[in-house]
């Protein structure tokens, strides 16, 4: 249970302004239970989806004046967020949602999505 709390934490923490491998949690964590796979993929993703939902609620209380990812979010709305789990622009896509005031559930339904196609992959690798 508890190296389920520390890949809820590494993949929460990674996805917010950490820069964090949450990926080699994951892989370490199916390394020791490998017999878990589907519940560590899913805890992997709501923990890196909710600290991506921390970022869209920065992007929704300080906004800020310019950065990367605005441009890309306003021209594909919430779909766009399905990529957030990319290094460096991902979490510009997060907060520009936030940002731009687009309506949290679709936003939080594709970067789920984004987020465990991302998981299922580093399982299917270990």
Known sequence: MEALAGLFV??????TLFPLPSEAALYAYLQMYPHNAALAIAIATIGNT?????????GRIVP??????VS???RYGAPATFFAWLPVIGDALCVAAGWLRMHWLPVLAFMAAGRC????????FS
Do not use: E, N
Not at 50 to 58: K, R, V
């Open 50 to 58: 909710a600290g991506g939902m921390t970022s869209y609620l920065i």
């Open 117 to 124: 196609a991302r998981y299922i992959a580093v399982a299917s």
């Open 64 to 69: 800020p004046r310019d950065f990367k990812g």
């Open 72 to 74: 890309f979010v306003k």
């Open 10 to 15: 590494a993949s929460f923490a990674a996805a």
